[in-house]
C-alpha cells in the first residue's frame, strides 16, 4: 500500500477494452479505488447504480454541475459524463490510490484539477478490430457503434497531439496488455502525491 494514495486515468476510444483491463487491474490491486462517474446515458444490461455509473438524467446531471460537484464533465458520444470530486477526495485522504476513467477530452479538464495525476491511454491494435470489438460486446446499437467508431480516430489523434499520458498500452492480447500495465502500476504506486489545485 503507498503512503500516499495517487490518481490514474485511463483513456480510451469505446471498445478498445478499457473496463476490462481495469476490472482485472483491481483485482491484481485490491487497494486500488475506481472512482464512479455520474452519466445521463442509460444502463447497458448489467450495469449497476453505484458500481458502473450513477445513472442521472439530464436536470440532476445539471444540478450536480451548479453544485460544483464535478471536477469535470464532458459530452460524450451524446450523453453527458462527469467524476464526482467528493469521493476522490476522500479516497486520497485516507491514502487509496484511484483509477478514473475520462474521455481524452476530460482527461485534459482533469489535468488543471489534479495535474499530477499519471495518464495511460489504451489504444486498440487497429481500427477493424475496435470495430470487431463493439460488435462483439453486443451492449450498443448499430447507429451508437457508428458513432463510437467515427470518434474514435479523432480521439486518438487528440490524445497523441495532446493528451499528456505518460504511457500508452496497446490492447492487442489481453493478457499481454495486463501484464504491462500490471508493471506499470506496480512502478508508479509509491512515486505521485495528488493534491487539489485551489481555483
Ligand atoms: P471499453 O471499456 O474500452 O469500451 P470493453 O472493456 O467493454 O471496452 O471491451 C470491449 C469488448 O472487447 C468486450 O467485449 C471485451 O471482452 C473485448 N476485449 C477486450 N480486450 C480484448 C482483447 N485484447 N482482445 C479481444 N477482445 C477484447
Ligand atoms: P461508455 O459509455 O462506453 O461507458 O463511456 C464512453 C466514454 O465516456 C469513454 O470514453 C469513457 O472514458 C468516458 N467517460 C466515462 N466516465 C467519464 C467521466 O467521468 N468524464 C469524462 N470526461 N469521460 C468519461
Given at each position: 500500500m503507498a503512503e500516499h494514495g495517487k490518481l490514474i486515468v485511463f483513456s480510451a476510444p469505446s471498445g478498445a477494452g478499457k473496463s476490462s483491463l481495469k476490472d482485472a487491474l483491481m483485482k491484481r490491486f485490491p487497494k486500488l479505488r475506481y472512482s464512479v462517474s455520474a452519466t445521463t446515458r442509460p444502463p447497458r444490461p448489467g450495469e449497476s447504480e453505484g458500481d458502473h455509473y450513477y445513472f442521472k438524467t439530464l436536470a440532476e446531471f445539471k444540478e450536480m454541475i451548479d453544485r460544483n460537484e464535478l471536477v469535470e464533465h464532458m459530452q460524450v458520444h451524446g450523453n453527458f459524463y462527469g467524476t464526482p470530486r467528493a469521493p476522490i477526495l476522500q479516497a486520497l485522504q485516507q491514502g487509496f490510490s484511484i483509477i478514473l476513467d475520462l474521455d481524452v477530452y476530460g482527461k485534459v479538464n482533469f489535468d488543471k484539477a489534479f495535474p499530477d495525476a499519471l495518464g495511460i491511454l489504451i489504444a486498440p491494435p487497429n481500427l477493424e478490430e475496435l470495430e470487431r470489438r463493439l460488435i462483439g460486446r453486443q451492449s450498443d446499437s448499430q447507429e451508437t457503434i457508428r458513432i463510437r467508431l467515427q470518434n474514435a480516430n479523432r480521439e486518438l489523434d487528440f490524445a497523441y497531439r495532446e493528451?499528456?499520458?505518460?504511457y500508452t498500452v496497446v490492447n492487442d492480447d489481453f493478457n499481454r496488455a495486463l501484464e504491462e500495465l500490471t508493471g506499470i502500476l506496480e512502478r508508479e504506486l509509491g512515486t505521485r502525491r495528488m493534491q487539489e489545485h485551489s481555483k
Open positions: 493528451g499528456k499520458y505518460e
